[in-house]
């Protein structure tokens, strides 16, 4: 995610990889029924595709991907957006992410948050049209499906709640938030927390044509050296029967997970819901079902995340593990990440993608593995030969739409062309 990128908001307070990574249901199924097309990458009303999901994501928080600056006209933002998606299907993709609720804000006119800082460079100042409307419009003209992406509880980059508006729910409701990290984060622990986001995510479900909602790797924020998330005065009143905070924080995101789930199936059936989170669950040393790796980071015991229990218990659609990783990684293989997330997936039926880290192609602060343009198309090489996995998606839509190295024209010609 220097430059900012979404990987390096929570880089930043993680450190870098560096040797041992420091960054260190079949009857679920049938109960659910089937996945939805769209979590198969295909437009809402259109038959499943037999390539999979190909996918990108375009982030805008801190204009990362588009806008590409806050206060761009209607019509500058319109165009740049537009020749995104045409690099999209310029390349064979059928599918794109698109970051509509970044910090708490809106890229639509939503009732419960203010618009985007990050579209006109002012929270809150209407913007004259409506970017989901027009998205979700030029995706499907183009055969793209889209997936509108959320980010459940950040509220802001930073830590200073006065430069929120007025109206913000985060100051109509001080003790809603928690400042951490030097930003601002909603309390997962509050009851009125976890229903107030759901109904702001909704609102766009239940408003627009969209194809899929998806959520990133950010649930309880990414640990900060020396810093504890407070939420003492949740726990003392919600924490029930619950002697483990760690247990009680993992099932307040249990129930984000399994209410949001239920809420998208019962408005739209036909879209799918699906989550990339952090690719490592835990590590096979803290856990014999976790994964062969020595990750710093392990979503159950950090982001109180317990992904592994989403798929095997059916209550997503999709599960698109961010493996950023190269064949070979110390710490983090590749190879052996995707080997795990198969394991899980299989026989779930929920679909499995992998996340590809097209933006470290030909970056010199990376190691020698990601000056090759060939990396990339070895990572479809060999998900290919795993069936569960069910496609692949690339961050971000600036590297995708770039190409560095020719990685991108290498992946088409090998895998989409």
């Known amino acids: 995610m220097a430059r900012i990128t979404r990987r390096s908001l929570a880089i930043a307070t993680l450190g870098t990889l560096t040797g041992a990574l420091t960054l ?18 295909a437009p809402a009303g259109g038959g499943a595709r037999s390539t999979g999901l190909r996918g990108m994501w375009i982030a805008s928080v801190a204009n990362i991907d588009w806008p590409s600056e806050p206060g761009l006209t209607a019509d500058e933002a319109r165009a740049e957006l537009a020749a995104l998606f045409d690099a999209a299907a310029r390349w064979r993709l059928n599918t794109v992410f698109l970051q509509v609720r970044p910090t708490a804000d809106a890229f639509w006119p939503s009732p419960h948050e203010p618009w985007s800082e990050w579209l006109t460079g002012t929270q809150g100042r209407d913007p004259g049209w409506d970017p989901l409307d027009f998205a979700v419009t030029e995706a499907h003209e183009r055969g793209l499906a889209l997936h509108a992406w959320f980010n459940p509880y950040r509220i802001a980059t930073h830590a200073d709640p006065s430069r929120l508006t007025a109206d913000h729910p985060a100051r109509r409701h001080p003790d809603w938030a928690v400042p951490y990290g030097g930003r601002l984060y909603y309390n997962p622990g509050l009851p009125e927390v976890r229903a107030f986001t759901q109904d702001a995510m909704m609102h766009a479900v239940e408003s627009y044509d969209i194809d899929g909602v998806h959520w990133d790797d950010y649930f309880y924020p990414y640990p900060v050296a020396g810093e504890e998330f407070d939420d003492d005065a949740a726990f003392e009143a919600h924490g029930g029967d619950f002697d483990d905070r760690g247990d009680w924080r993992r099932h307040n995101i249990d129930l984000l997970v399994r209410e949001m ?15 990339s989170p952090f690719a490592v669950w835990r590590n096979k ?28 218990e059916g209550w997503i659609d999709y599960v698109l593990p961010q493996v950023y990783w190269h064949i070979g990684q110390e710490g983090a293989d590749y190879a052996t990440v995707v080997s795990w997330w198969s394991e899980v997936a299989r026989n779930t039926g929920v679909a499995l993608h992998v996340g590809e880290a097209v933006y470290k192609v030909g970056d010199p602060a990376q190691g ?34 770039a190409d560095p190295l020719g990685a991108m024209t290498r992946v088409y010609r090998d895998h989409y062309a």
């Open 24 to 41: 260190s249901q079949s009857s679920a199924a049938a109960g659910r029924g089937a996945a939805p097309l769209a979590a198969l990458g």
């Open 261 to 275: 789930a239920e809420r998208v199936r019962e408005a739209k059936p036909d879209v799918a819901f699906g989550v």
């Open 368 to 401: 020698s593995a990601w000056q090759d343009p060939a990396e990339l198309s070895r990572h479809l090489t060999l998900c290919a030969e795993h069936p569960e996995v069910g496609g692949n998606a690339f961050y971000s839509a600036k590297q995708v739409k």
């Open 285 to 312: 040393a803290t856990d014999p079902l976790g994964s062969d790796t020595d990750a710093g980071v392990q979503t159950y015991d950090d982001l109180y995340a317990d992904t592994r229990a989403w798929v095997r």
